[in-house]
């Protein structure tokens, strides 16, 4: 049952994402950038962790009984930092362009179009 | 299995430079000094890397000792030496040019390291042999290449930067899912690991989905036609030297992607990739010559050339025969070492009108003013991207033809001489307007002095010299490189893995 909604949240996270991308207003768009990484971080959740596994490093193990991948955990961390700065760096960016050109409205910002 | 420091000291010098460019931010020369040592420095790693490899086969370097497939392991095999080794030449050329480039982005204290940092994702990228790293230093480098157009003097700079992040982004979180896929499948990241798994022809239900997601991932990279929107904005409006890095050096981390990808990892479904891949080159190759004809910008001209260009070597990626592939790592190695020469000297041209622009409208007729050795650069350039005769843009133009001669492939063989044919066109009539053409009435205000002739000069010296003095030598090492790319086990085994069951 938890896999299942674990699946659909991650496949509904990852719709959300793709559609905020995609809006026109560019605050949204880097938000739904934010969005669609915390879905690829659940997936490699997913990836990680089976039922009936122990906690890794923490938990003392049943024989017989496997620990989840450590590894896993050091990839989303390493995946939450190039996220959080591009996540950033986009923002910034939002934020000198609706100064320079007074709106965040993509289709408006099209000085590049000669 | 033997630690080899070379490759730790090629990653890692730009990396200690870029810091210690950040600590002396006070002083710009100071930076740009630094800056240069270190490319000196890591430029020679990658030579002794490049002799090691040819000499005694691949180099491994276990990163804190942790074995394969456990651990990150650097590894640097004919391809990937090579491919650094010309980043760090190139590299060299361009933070020489920082040197007497008057654009007020350099003087940003932010400048400098970020430029040592898309240098070490770009290293990083080509010498691990790790999916997941790749992925880190993939993202370094389009971090630091987004930050350095976003500060462009060109005020365009900002918006292309921010079109170019968003876009890049989705690109490069289906590469983390495709990597992440590939990890629930084969639970390692190590590629050498994947590949020999994939070898004995396991084929789970993602790892084609993997490797579609991984192609159009790097195709992005590449800007390869349906992702190419991007790069004639980005590549224009990036300070001078970055945009030479960027239509140069950086377009290649996909084209080396992409190689891996057909020759290392999904090498039994390299016959669907490699179909795409043509298909794909040849469009590139038609709307990239069509639009660098029509365009009414120099820089962007050659953009617009590069996208062209990109297509040439996935073509012949694409011929899957090691004849072509011989033919199109050349034509990458060349094709880098001339686009930047190139648009280091029309950043130069550039410089000298007030506006720094190189709309023709601006810089037409401008040849009076320059210096006269620099007409006769670009002319040389233009021809040698073009593939005349005596310059080394033939000699990679003629192995590549070669390759497709060798396939019987004459439908696309014909588009690809035609597009030769208007490269002439572009770059004759791009010199004519800038250095025969007496000046417009309307053309902006010029200056007495430019950024120095010094940088692309040497680009330009160094590679004619390459790419036609030691032609012989050039295609004997690269056919060697294709020789140890067409045996995937040889890459596997270096990594310490024993050969598949």
């Known amino acids: 049952m938890i896999e299942l909604l674990f699946a659909l949240s991650i496949g509904m996270l990852f719709g959300i994402g793709v559609f905020q991308l995609l809006r026109r207003d560019l605050v949204k768009a880097a938000i739904g950038f934010a969005i669609l990484f915390s879905a690829i971080n659940l997936f490699f959740v997913a990836v990680g962790a089976f039922e009936g596994e122990f906690a890794p490093y923490v938990s003392n ?6 620990t989840s991948d450590p590894l896993i955990q050091a990839l989303i961390l390493t995946a939450i930092v190039v996220s959080f700065g591009s996540f950033s760096l986009v923002l910034g960016f939002v934020n000198i362009i609706s100064r320079r050109y007074d709106t965040v409205d993509s289709n408006d910002i099209n000085k590049l179009k000669h | 299995m033997e630690q080899n420091y070379f490759l730790l000291g090629a990653l890692v010098t730009p990396l200690i430079g870029a810091i210690l460019a950040l600590v002396f931010a006070s002083s710009n020369r100071l930076q740009r000094s630094i800056a240069v040592l270190a490319g000196l420095i890591a430029w020679v790693f990658c030579i002794a890397l490049l002799t090691q490899v040819h000499d005694s086969g691949v180099q491994t370097y276990a990163l804190g000792n942790w074995k394969p497939p456990y651990g990150i392991v650097l590894v640097a095999d004919a391809l990937g030496g090579l491919f650094a080794f010309m980043v760090t030449t190139i590299m060299i050329g361009g933070l020489l040019y920082t040197f007497h480039c008057r654009d007020k982005c350099m003087t940003y204290p932010a400048f400098v390291p970020l430029f040592l940092l898309m240098e070490v994702g770009l290293i990083g990228a080509m010498l691990t042999g790790d999916l997941f790293t790749l992925f880190v230093f993939m993202e370094l480098m389009v971090l630091a290449s987004v930050s350095l157009t976003a500060i462009s003097d060109d005020q365009y700079g900002l918006e292309a930067a921010l079109k170019y992040i ?48 991984l192609l159009c991932a790097f195709l992005l990279k590449s800007a390869v036609f349906p992702f190419h929107f991007w790069q004639p904005d980005f590549h224009t409006t990036a300070p001078t030297p970055v945009s030479a890095m960027l239509s140069s050096i950086v377009v290649k981390v996909g084209v080396y992607g992409i190689i891996r990808l057909v ?26 010559s069509l639009g660098a004809l029509r365009t009414y910008n120099a820089k962007r001209m050659l953009a617009y050339s590069t996208f062209a260009q990109i297509g040439f070597i996935l073509v012949g990626i694409g011929w899957g025969t090691p004849l072509a592939m011989i033919g199109a790592i050349i ?104 250095f025969q053409q007496n000046p417009l009435p309307a053309t902006v205000d010029t200056k007495d002095q430019g950024d120095s002739l010094f940088a692309p000069l040497l680009l330009i010296v160094v590679c004619l010299l390459l790419g036609t003095v030691l032609a012989e030598p050039m295609i004997q090492l690269i056919s060697e490189t294709v020789r140890q790319l067409g045996d995937a086990q040889i890459y596997i085994s270096a990594v310490n893995l024993p050969p598949p069951a």
């Open chain 2, 166 to 213: 968003l876009i890049s982004s989705m690109g490069t979180l289906f590469l983390l899912l495709g990597i992440g896929a590939l990890y629930a499948t084969f639970g390692t990241l190590n590629m050498a690991e994947i590949a020999r798994s994939l070898l004995t022809g396991v084929r789970p239900f993602l790892a084609p989905a993997a490797a579609i997601m």
């Open chain 2, 263 to 288: 020759t290392l990892l999904f090498i039994e479904e390299a016959p669907f990739l490699e179909r795409w891949l043509s298909t794909l080159g040849i469009i590139g190759i038609l709307f990239g």
């Open chain 1, 61 to 66: 193990v049943e024989a017989g009984r496997q």
């Open chain 2, 331 to 434: 034509y990458a190695f060349n094709h880098a070492f001339i686009k930047s020469s190139l648009l280091l000297l029309m950043g130069v041209v550039a410089s000298f009108t007030t506006t720094k622009s190189a709309n023709f409208a601006d810089i037409s007729g401008l040849g009076g003013k320059l210096p006269p050795v620099l007409g006769w650069l670009v002319l040389i350039g233009g021809l040698s991207l073009a593939g005349i005769p005596p310059l080394n843009g033939f000699i990679s133009k003629l192995t590549l033809i070669q390759g497709g001669v060798d396939r019987a492939d004459w439908a696309n063989l014909i588009i690809m001489v035609a597009a030769g044919i208007l490269t002439v066109m572009y770059m004759v009539r791009a010199w004519q307007r800038i």
